[in-house]
């Protein structure tokens, strides 16, 4: 699997599965304990399965950490309204929105100059 593709969507829910799978590669270990080849091989896939779900959930953690940060850090504008019940994406939706109604009533369109510009001539 790519880093890329293991690293996209939701890191806590893949971390969730890929320390499932190692439970499930240990306890088959477990089960095939007498047999040495087959309890290295299937201890050393239950240890990978678990490395990788804890690294995913580290990289979770840290993830949910920067993106409070970061909206921490957001000017008051991009939260929305001053109660928060926007999501900062919805509060610079509006602004923008704001800011070009605004500059379409300020502004003369090219129709306007156009008229404008022949009963001059």
């Not at 953690?61 to 921490?72: G, T």
Request: aromatic share 4%.
């Amino acid at each position: 699997m790519a880093l890329q593709r293991l690293l996209s969507g939701d890191p806590s829910k893949s971390s969730k599965l890929y320390l499932a799978i190692g439970v499930l590669s240990l306890a088959k270990a477990i089960a095939v304990r007498n047999d040495q080849e087959r309890f290295r091989r299937e201890l050393l896939d239950a240890g990978l399965f678990i490395g990788v779900g804890i690294a995913l959930r580290k990289y979770s953690q840290l993830k949910a950490e920067k993106r409070a940060e970061l909206e921490s850090q957001l000017p008051g504008w991009v939260g929305g309204s001053e109660g928060g019940t926007e999501s900062p994406a919805a509060g610079l939706q509006s602004f923008a929105k704001r800011r070009l109604q605004d500059q379409s009533e300020t502004e003369p369109t090219i129709r306007d100059r156009a008229r404008g510009i022949v009963p001059s001539l």
